[in-house]
């Protein structure tokens, strides 16, 4: 590829094929692949490798961990071999633990991914191919309709009323109108009429382009590149940094101070740094960032399930945690099937003459489609041999017209309808059935006498004008005045059958659903009331206007439908709704969505939305039915409960025994542990918790929103450490003074209960009900069982005498088990006064 002029907006599309070395057929499938291997892919942000070698490594970046590395290498060649090799084995084998599931974890979520990944169409191999954006490269040329996100910067080649949305670049309002010029080099960005950006959107009409630059090359990138732009923060990934901060903080007083005291004691310098290290790798819960990892690609994966596919894991918390949901009542509330229930005339009798002016504005419209101008034209065929298009005005947010120029002949007819207010604006006369023209004062009252009782049935209602254009080709938005007119279309799109179970089923979840939509208020009030809500508390776009953001955060909470709104006014609602301290999500699939999507916590859209749309979703679901998205809720909730198990295990039972075995090495003239059985400590207790993800989840643990609560977390990691530090220090007791162990079986008969005590714990936490009452998962009770019986048996074999341990007598071990069973029975009792006391 030659090198390219820098100001492409200069120079034609047709001129610019020879550097980018492209035909007008586009790329061969082959020259596509050299490009995407020089050029790379076209993403802001290359993807986060996830190769086998980069996740092995990664369970091994933790600077304990390093640490550990190091001094057991340094033991491996001053001190003992054998405990050095059976350190560093456990280590990986913990490791390799991590890697397995996370593995797996990443494979599934990158699977779910693929499903949702916006795609384009382009010239390849001399034909149309649908691709992912990622593979766009330098050269190819693209084609552009209504939604779709533009994937390069580049030149436009043919268009047709196309406009297209560069607020996310330029910051202008309105959407810019795209055609074929060349421009002079020094034209400003936003003036560059003939050019394209990677980012923005189309909004209506077509086009063909041809990509000049990809990926951070583009202006788009370059901007991105300059911000460093980040995805905010979600409260969950909050809370997790928040947690692991407090817990380092506590592990490095507690292990230095330790540290200096051995060594204070004259206990042996290595073994004294190799015991304080072990001991930092028990109290941190080095596996959080794993645990996370699978359970919510777990999370995912139930949730894919449900008809719901994640595009960013954090979201899911915030799923889990949402209250207030945003909607529009078109496809979502109702079936979204549009019918055209009749055409009248401005009498409100049937008129085939309105009909057919509302045929031809449909057929010939080359816009983004839409389920009216679908059920106009299937309502009833005409035969328009006679008629051909000649030039077309795409509707637009702000005019919320569309309009059609025919030619009949000699004869050139516009024909225009949309919004009725919006039709009437442009109106200076209107048509009677008996073909009388009128002015359109004399029938504005039948007009509006007609539409309110159109709207009160729940029908949506559009006007429908004309004008005789004499012979005249083209036309602008400035001929869309003076005309006549001719009658109403009036649309039905009835309520889905099961829409009141499922507003009932959301509000049980504690999820409040809020309807933004364009309709007017009687249609919005209708609807409501088909949908079971009573004394519907609606506000208008026009009320929104006159109101202050302060009055609208007093008020919006109360609001159950929003009627009447224009695009730029659901941003403002959704804010609204987060300011009043509410988690919202927003469900939209249109092109005048995506601000809203990126202003809620929670961004959701629909597999068949246009691409910007789903481009700015958090949550894409596979059909729109609310019914999809309370199962996704509910699997969002379970993700989220099952991760804040794994955080209570990680700050009771463990910490607990870390802590007390922290405390207790000050006062014996030996090491409680040795670092080899603590790490095996460490790996055995956390075996159980890998399977966490696929537990069972109460009912009353998904039955209304949380959020996370770091308090709340401290407060449990006080309580339930307290009562097994408690437990901990009778252990010690039992052994020292009642059994008068020694070094070795004092070293077995802790870590025998140090495990099993924390193995089974898990199955208490794990549930606010009594643990009896509630049934864990199949994996998650094997495998707890399974490192009991691991930790039971291996005293007794060879294994346990390499790692240092002694066979017990029998009254060891009864006794042992009388303190686990008085654990289990206190914790149980705390479990209980804790939920009593403190919400989580």
Not at 572 to 598: E, Q, T
Not at 740 to 758: C, M, N, P, Y
Request: hydrophobic share 50%.
């Amino acid at each position: 590829m030659n090198q390219l002029p820098p100001a492409c907006w200069s120079i034609s599309a047709a001129e610019m094929l020879q550097p980018l070395q492209t035909a007008k057929e586009g790329l061969t499938g082959d020259e596509a692949r050299q490009r995407l291997a020089r050029h790379g892919s076209n993403l802001l942000k290359p993807p986060k490798r996830s190769d086998v070698f980069t996740l092995l490594l990664a369970q091994f970046k933790s600077p304990l961990i390093l640490i550990l590395f190091i001094a057991t290498g340094l033991s491996f060649f001053l001190h003992d071999r054998a405990n050095a090799f059976i350190i560093l084995t456990i280590v990986l084998v913990s490791g390799l633990l991590g890697f397995w599931q996370e593995r797996s974890a990443t494979n599934a979520v990158e699977k779910l991914l693929a499903i949702v990944q916006t795609k384009a169409v382009v010239l390849r191999d001399g034909g149309p191919k649908e691709i992912p954006v990622g593979e766009i490269v330098p050269g190819d040329i693209v084609i552009l309709t209504a939604g779709d996100i533009v994937p390069g910067d580049g030149l436009v080649q043919e268009s047709k009323d196309l406009f297209v949305d560069e607020a996310m670049l330029t910051g202008e309002t309105f959407p810019v109108e795209k055609t074929v010029a060349v421009l002079p080099a020094e034209t400003p960005l936003g003036q560059r009429t003939n050019a394209l950006w990677m980012g923005t959107h189309v909004v209506s009409g077509n086009a063909k382009a041809l990509v000049i630059n990809t990926g951070k090359k583009t202006e788009f990138g370059k901007v991105s590149e300059r911000l460093r732009l980040r995805p905010q923060e979600t409260d969950f990934e909050r809370g997790i940094r928040q947690f692991g901060y407090f817990l380092m903080e506590v592990t490095l007083v507690l292990v230095v101070a330790i540290f200096a005291i051995n060594v204070y004691l004259a206990r042996p310098v290595l073994d004294s740094f190799l015991f304080s290290l072990a001991l930092a790798v028990g109290l941190t819960p080095q596996l959080l960032p794993a645990i996370i990892s699978i359970n919510l690609a777990h999370g995912a994966k139930q949730m894919a399930q449900a008809k719901v596919i994640v595009k960013r894991l954090a979201s899911i918390e915030n799923f889990g945690s949402m209250n207030v949901i945003c909607c529009d009542k078109t496809g979502t509330l109702t079936e979204g099937i549009v019918h055209l229930q009749s055409a009248l005339d401005v009498e409100g009798a049937p008129s085939d003459k309105v009909l057919l002016h509302a045929y031809l504005n449909a057929f010939y419209q080359t816009g983004f489609a839409n389920p009216i101008d679908e059920a106009i034209r299937t309502h009833r065929q005409f035969d328009l041999s006679g008629y051909r298009k000649a030039d077309e005005i795409p509707y637009d947010f702000l005019r919320k017209r569309l309009s059609i120029l025919v030619a009949d002949d000699d004869t050139h007819l516009m024909v225009t309808k949309g919004a009725l207010a919006n039709v009437l604006a442009v109106c200076s006369a209107a048509e009677t059935g008996a073909g009388t023209i009128v002015d359109i004062a004399a029938v504005r009252d039948r007009i509006q006498q007609c539409f309110e009782e159109f709207s009160n049935k729940g029908c949506r209602t559009l006007g429908v004008a004309y004008k005789n254009m004499e012979s005249r080709a083209l036309m602008s938005k400035d001929h869309e005045a003076g005309m006549t007119f001719l009658g109403f279309l009036v649309l039905f799109d009835p309520p889905k059958p099961n829409i009141i179970d499922t507003i009932v089923r959301l509000k049980n979840l504690g999820v409040s659903l809020k309807v933004i939509t364009g309709d007017n208020h009687l249609v919005a009030a209708n609807v409501s009331k088909q949908m079971g809500l009573s004394n519907t508390k609606i506000i208008t776009g026009p009320d929104l206007r006159q109101m202050s953001d302060e009055a609208l955060l007093k008020r919006v909470v109360d609001v159950d439908v929003f009627a009447e709104i224009e695009p730029n006014q659901k941003e403002r609602i959704i804010l609204a709704f987060r300011k009043a301290g509410n988690v919202v999500g927003y469900m939209g699939d249109g092109i005048n969505d995506a601000s809203a999507l990126h202003a809620a916590d929670v961004g959701i859209s629909v597999e068949s939305a246009v691409d910007v749309a789903k481009e700015a979703a958090d949550i894409v679901l596979l059909e729109k039915d609310l019914g999809v998205l309370v199962q996704g809720v509910r699997a969002g909730r379970t993700t989220f409960a099952n991760t804040l198990k794994y955080v209570f295990m990680a700050t009771s039972a463990n910490f607990g025994n870390m802590f007390s075995m922290a405390g207790i090495s000050l006062f014996l003239p030996f090491l409680p542990l040795l670092p080899k059985q603590i790490l095996l400590t460490n790996l055995l207790t956390d075996f159980p918790e890998m399977t966490i993800a696929t537990d069972r989840v109460d009912n009353e643990m998904v039955d209304y929103p949380r959020r996370w609560d770091i308090k709340a977390i401290r407060k449990f990691m006080i309580t339930f450490g307290l009562v097994s530090s408690v437990f901990d220090y009778l252990t010690f007791g039992v052994l020292l003074l009642i059994l008068h162990a020694t070094q070795d079986q004092f070293r077995t008969g802790w870590f025998l209960e140090s495990v099993i005590s924390a193995s089974l714990i898990v199955l208490v936490i794990r549930s606010r009900k009594p643990f009896f009452t509630s049934r864990p998962s199949k994996y998650l009770l094997m495998a707890t069982l399974l490192a009991v019986a691991v930790t039971l048996i291996l005293p007794f074999t060879s294994l346990g005498e390499i790692f240092g341990f002694n066979r017990l007598p029998i009254s060891f071990l009864l006794l042992i088990g009388i303190i686990v069973i008085g654990y289990i029975i206190a914790a149980e009792m705390a479990k209980t006064v804790f939920y009593r006391k403190v919400k989580v």
